[in-house]
């Protein structure tokens, strides 16, 4: 599904830097969020579940 829609609370839209940039990195922090948005395919399907992947520059914390 084409990811459509971006955006950060804080800054706002980062699409672009999502699509486009492998070198420019999109941070959130504890307070902070991105609102994505995805477009479904033809035909639409329901969709019974998403697995949504983060790869990147992710600090692991442990608890």
Do not use: W
């Amino acid at each position: 599904m084409p990811l459509i829609s971006a955006i950060h609370n804080r800054y706002g839209n980062v699409l672009p830097k999502l699509l486009f940039s492998d070198d420019v990195k999109t941070d959130i922090d504890a307070n902070e969020a991105i609102n994505l948005k995805f477009r479904a395919l033809p035909p639409v399907y329901k969709v019974a579940s998403f697995l949504f992947k983060i790869e990147g520059n992710n600090r692991i914390t442990k608890v």
